[in-house]
Each structure stands twice: as C-alpha cells, then as structure tokens.
Nanobody, 121 residues
Framework: VRFVESGGGLVQPGGSLRLSCVAS????????MSWYRQAPGKERELVAV????????SYTDSVEGRFTISRDNAKNTVFLQMDNLASEDTAIYYC???????????????WGQGTLVAVSS
C-alpha cells in the first residue's frame, strides 16, 4: 500500500490550496476516503469523509462551506479543495483509506504520510 500526498505549502490567510492523495496497492474504489489533520500540540482530527459508493460527503464544523472533498476512482485519487484558509487550518494533513468487512467484522485502515499546510501572512 502506498500513498503520494501533494499540494501542501505556505499560503496567506484567505488563500486556497488543493491537496491530492494518490493511492496504490489496494482496491481504492471500495474504500471510504477521508482527510485528517494534526496541528502542533493538538490531537489528530477528522476533517472530511467521502464514502466508497456515493458522494454523501461530511465535514467537521470548522471547515464546512470552505473545504470540499472529492475522489476520482479512475485515478485512485482523493482531493481536498481548501478555500478561505485561516491560520487555524495550519496542520499536517493526512489522507486515510478505510473499509469494514461485514463478513469478518474487521476494519482495515491505511494512512498517508502527511503534507504540511501552513497559513500565515
């Protein structure tokens, strides 16, 4: 299993970034994909989720209306479009793939290596 995350960097408040996470080594289209972030001194938090079989996305309250998660199953890629960024969005952003096997009652998760987003003037 391998992830290649990209798109992070330094941006001014109010700016935009688009994160990408290209996955390989598993059946991408069967997995729910999500983005997490971890700010300095804080616990990792869930930012956005997109299920495997529909586009019923969900977001943490602090990014609702500013961030958009999407996926391209043909390219094994999940995206996070981040607009109107604020200093509070500064963190390392991680993508995660997850699936729950109903037959075995086993959950499987894979994590990306993270990409740094820094929002500062």
């Amino acid at each position: 299993v391998r992830f290649v995350e990209s798109g992070g960097g330094l941006v001014q408040p109010g700016g935009s970034l688009r994160l990408s996470c290209v996955a390989s080594g598993f059946n991408f289209r069967e997995y729910a994909m999500s983005w997490y972030r971890q700010a300095p001194g804080k616990e990792r938090e869930l930012v956005a989720v997109i299920p495997a079989r529909n586009n019923l996305t969900s977001y943490t309250d602090s990014v609702e209306g500013r961030f958009t998660i999407s996926r391209d199953n043909a390219k094994n890629t999940v995206f996070l479009q981040m607009d109107n960024l604020a200093s509070e969005d500064t963190a390392i952003y991680y993508c995660k793939a997850a699936i729950f096997d109903l037959e075995t009652a086993k959950a499987t998760e894979y994590w990306g290596q993270g990409t740094l987003v820094a929002v500062s003037s």
